[in-house]
Protein backbone atom coordinates (compact mmCIF):
# COMPACT_ATOMS: atom_id res chain seq x y z
CA UNK A 1 0.00 0.00 0.00
CA UNK A 2 1.55 3.50 -0.89
CA UNK A 3 2.13 5.97 1.79
CA UNK A 4 -0.24 8.50 0.77
CA UNK A 5 -3.00 5.27 0.79
CA UNK A 6 -1.75 4.22 4.15
CA UNK A 7 -2.49 7.99 5.41
CA UNK A 8 -5.85 8.33 3.72
CA UNK A 9 -6.58 4.28 5.20
CA UNK A 10 -6.36 5.92 8.72
CA UNK A 11 -7.74 9.48 8.43
CA UNK A 12 -10.85 7.57 7.56
CA UNK A 13 -10.61 4.67 9.87
CA UNK A 14 -10.29 7.89 12.65
CA UNK A 15 -13.27 9.77 11.33
CA UNK A 16 -15.36 6.81 11.43
CA UNK A 17 -14.08 6.42 15.14
CA UNK A 18 -12.55 9.79 16.63
CA UNK A 19 -11.89 8.19 19.95
CA UNK A 20 -11.61 4.13 19.79
CA UNK A 21 -11.09 2.29 23.11
CA UNK A 22 -10.87 -1.16 24.43
CA UNK A 23 -14.60 -3.54 24.47
CA UNK A 24 -12.86 -4.72 27.60
CA UNK A 25 -14.36 -3.09 31.27
CA UNK A 26 -11.83 -2.03 33.43
CA UNK A 27 -11.51 0.63 35.90
CA UNK A 28 -7.26 1.11 36.15
CA UNK A 29 -4.22 -0.57 34.95
CA UNK A 30 -4.43 -3.59 36.75
CA UNK A 31 -8.17 -4.35 36.12
CA UNK A 32 -7.29 -3.65 32.27
CA UNK A 33 -4.31 -5.72 32.63
CA UNK A 34 -6.35 -9.00 34.21
CA UNK A 35 -9.06 -8.69 31.61
CA UNK A 36 -6.50 -8.80 28.58
CA UNK A 37 -4.55 -11.62 30.40
CA UNK A 38 -8.07 -13.21 30.73
CA UNK A 39 -9.80 -12.29 27.08
CA UNK A 40 -7.09 -14.93 25.46
CA UNK A 41 -9.35 -17.62 23.72
CA UNK A 42 -12.29 -15.82 24.93
CA UNK A 43 -14.69 -13.21 23.52
CA UNK A 44 -14.56 -9.57 24.83
CA UNK A 45 -18.33 -9.78 25.82
CA UNK A 46 -17.49 -13.02 28.04
CA UNK A 47 -14.68 -11.56 30.02
CA UNK A 48 -16.83 -8.60 31.04
CA UNK A 49 -19.36 -10.76 32.40
CA UNK A 50 -16.68 -12.63 34.37
CA UNK A 51 -14.87 -9.67 35.32
CA UNK A 52 -18.34 -8.20 36.48
CA UNK A 53 -18.33 -10.90 39.05
CA UNK A 54 -14.49 -10.85 39.76
CA UNK A 55 -14.59 -7.14 40.64
CA UNK A 56 -17.50 -7.26 42.31
CA UNK A 57 -15.34 -9.36 45.13
CA UNK A 58 -11.50 -8.38 43.81
CA UNK A 59 -10.14 -5.63 41.54
CA UNK A 60 -6.65 -4.91 43.28
CA UNK A 61 -3.88 -7.28 43.63
CA UNK A 62 -3.96 -7.77 47.36
CA UNK A 63 -7.57 -8.44 47.05
CA UNK A 64 -7.45 -10.92 44.54
CA UNK A 65 -4.47 -12.64 46.44
CA UNK A 66 -6.56 -12.92 49.30
CA UNK A 67 -9.55 -14.04 47.54
CA UNK A 68 -7.38 -16.99 46.60
CA UNK A 69 -7.07 -19.32 43.41
CA UNK A 70 -10.10 -21.44 44.58
CA UNK A 71 -13.02 -18.51 44.62
CA UNK A 72 -10.73 -16.85 41.54
CA UNK A 73 -11.48 -20.00 39.95
CA UNK A 74 -15.34 -20.31 40.52
CA UNK A 75 -15.79 -16.26 39.65
CA UNK A 76 -14.21 -16.61 36.02
CA UNK A 77 -15.05 -20.06 35.04
CA UNK A 78 -17.31 -19.41 32.12
CA UNK A 79 -14.64 -18.39 30.03
CA UNK A 80 -11.67 -20.43 28.39
CA UNK A 81 -9.12 -22.13 30.44
CA UNK A 82 -10.07 -20.49 33.60
CA UNK A 83 -8.32 -22.86 35.47
CA UNK A 84 -5.06 -21.62 34.27
CA UNK A 85 -6.03 -18.22 33.97
CA UNK A 86 -7.12 -18.09 37.94
CA UNK A 87 -3.71 -19.65 38.51
CA UNK A 88 -1.96 -17.02 36.56
CA UNK A 89 -3.71 -14.14 37.63
CA UNK A 90 -2.90 -14.55 41.69
CA UNK A 91 0.70 -15.52 40.19
CA UNK A 92 0.42 -12.05 38.46
CA UNK A 93 -0.70 -9.96 41.71
CA UNK A 94 1.76 -11.64 43.92
CA UNK A 95 4.25 -10.77 41.55
CA UNK A 96 2.82 -7.03 41.44
CA UNK A 97 2.77 -6.77 45.19
CA UNK A 98 6.37 -8.05 46.00
CA UNK A 99 8.07 -6.69 42.98
CA UNK A 100 6.07 -3.37 41.72
CA UNK A 101 4.46 -2.21 44.82
CA UNK A 102 0.76 -3.78 43.82
CA UNK A 103 0.85 -1.16 40.62
CA UNK A 104 0.72 -2.04 36.98
CA UNK A 105 4.59 -1.15 35.50
CA UNK A 106 4.71 0.73 32.79
CA UNK A 107 7.47 -1.04 31.39
CA UNK A 108 7.46 -4.16 28.39
CA UNK A 109 10.09 -6.07 30.53
CA UNK A 110 8.54 -5.61 33.36
CA UNK A 111 5.11 -6.69 32.43
CA UNK A 112 5.84 -9.80 30.36
CA UNK A 113 7.83 -10.88 32.93
CA UNK A 114 4.52 -11.35 34.57
CA UNK A 115 2.87 -15.02 34.56
CA UNK A 116 0.26 -15.06 31.87
CA UNK A 117 1.28 -12.04 30.20
CA UNK A 118 2.52 -12.17 26.73
CA UNK A 119 4.05 -9.20 23.68
CA UNK A 120 0.29 -9.12 22.89
CA UNK A 121 -1.24 -8.48 26.54
CA UNK A 122 1.84 -6.28 27.07
CA UNK A 123 0.67 -3.94 24.15
CA UNK A 124 -2.49 -3.60 24.72
CA UNK A 125 -1.46 -2.35 28.28
CA UNK A 126 0.93 -0.13 27.62
CA UNK A 127 -1.46 1.43 24.75
CA UNK A 128 -4.71 1.37 26.85
CA UNK A 129 -3.69 1.91 30.19
CA UNK A 130 -0.15 4.17 29.55
CA UNK A 131 -1.31 6.28 26.24
CA UNK A 132 1.91 4.27 24.22
CA UNK A 133 2.11 4.13 20.41
CA UNK A 134 1.90 0.18 20.65
CA UNK A 135 0.23 -2.42 18.13
CA UNK A 136 -1.19 -5.32 19.48
CA UNK A 137 -1.31 -7.95 16.60
CA UNK A 138 -4.80 -10.55 17.75
CA UNK A 139 -6.06 -12.43 14.83
CA UNK A 140 -7.84 -9.66 13.29
CA UNK A 141 -4.91 -7.59 13.05
CA UNK A 142 -3.15 -10.19 11.56
CA UNK A 143 -5.53 -10.52 9.11
CA UNK A 144 -6.06 -7.11 8.14
CA UNK A 145 -2.34 -7.04 7.80
CA UNK A 146 -1.98 -9.00 5.25
CA UNK A 147 -5.23 -9.14 3.78
CA UNK A 148 -5.16 -4.98 2.83
CA UNK A 149 -1.11 -5.21 2.01
CA UNK A 150 -0.82 -2.65 4.70
CA UNK A 151 1.71 -5.00 6.58
CA UNK A 152 2.05 -8.34 5.34
CA UNK A 153 3.95 -10.59 7.60
CA UNK A 154 3.37 -14.54 8.60
CA UNK A 155 3.97 -14.20 11.95
CA UNK A 156 2.72 -11.36 14.53
CA UNK A 157 5.51 -9.88 15.36
CA UNK A 158 6.57 -9.49 11.58
CA UNK A 159 3.16 -7.53 10.97
CA UNK A 160 3.63 -5.70 14.45
CA UNK A 161 7.02 -4.33 12.93
CA UNK A 162 5.36 -3.68 9.39
CA UNK A 163 2.84 -1.74 11.27
CA UNK A 164 4.82 0.26 13.47
CA UNK A 165 7.14 1.21 9.96
CA UNK A 166 3.92 2.39 7.95
CA UNK A 167 1.45 3.79 10.51
CA UNK A 168 1.64 7.75 10.29
CA UNK A 169 3.25 9.08 13.73
CA UNK A 170 -0.17 10.70 14.15
CA UNK A 171 -2.65 7.71 14.29
CA UNK A 172 0.02 5.32 16.32
CA UNK A 173 -1.82 5.72 19.23
CA UNK A 174 -5.76 4.59 17.96
CA UNK A 175 -4.11 2.47 15.46
CA UNK A 176 -4.78 -0.82 17.44
CA UNK A 177 -8.16 -0.17 17.93
CA UNK A 178 -8.94 0.92 14.62
CA UNK A 179 -7.65 -1.95 12.88
CA UNK A 180 -9.58 -4.11 15.80
CA UNK A 181 -12.66 -2.82 15.48
CA UNK A 182 -12.44 -2.90 11.75
CA UNK A 183 -11.80 -6.33 11.47
CA UNK A 184 -14.25 -7.48 14.11
CA UNK A 185 -17.08 -5.57 12.60
CA UNK A 186 -16.35 -5.23 9.14
CA UNK A 187 -13.53 -7.09 7.56
CA UNK A 188 -14.70 -10.15 8.86
CA UNK A 189 -12.48 -13.26 8.82
CA UNK A 190 -15.06 -15.83 6.94
CA UNK A 191 -16.86 -12.97 4.69
CA UNK A 192 -16.08 -9.43 5.12
CA UNK A 193 -18.52 -6.79 4.67
CA UNK A 194 -16.72 -5.22 1.31
CA UNK A 195 -19.90 -2.90 0.41
CA UNK A 196 -19.66 -1.03 4.19
CA UNK A 197 -16.03 -0.81 4.14
CA UNK A 198 -14.92 2.72 4.17
CA UNK A 199 -11.34 1.47 2.93
CA UNK A 200 -12.89 -0.23 0.39
CA UNK A 201 -10.96 1.64 -2.37
CA UNK A 202 -7.27 1.00 -0.53
CA UNK A 203 -7.37 -2.36 0.15
CA UNK A 204 -5.38 -4.36 -1.73
CA UNK A 205 -7.71 -7.70 -1.15
CA UNK A 206 -8.48 -9.38 -4.17
CA UNK A 207 -11.68 -11.34 -3.65
CA UNK A 208 -13.70 -8.31 -2.31
CA UNK A 209 -17.46 -9.23 -1.34
CA UNK A 210 -20.43 -7.44 -2.98
Not at 43 to 58: H, I, M, S
Not at 61 to 76: C, F, H, N, T
Amino acid sequence: MRKADIETFFSRLEAGNPAPRTELHYRDPFTLLAAVMLSAQATDVGVNKATARLYAEAATPAAILALGEERVRELIRTIGLYRNKAKNLVALSRMLIERHGGEVPRDRAALEALPGVGRKTANVVLNEAFGEPTIAVDTHIFRLGNRTGLAPGKTPREVEDGLLAVVPKAYLKGAHHWLILHGRYVCKARKPDCAACSVRDLCGFDAKTA
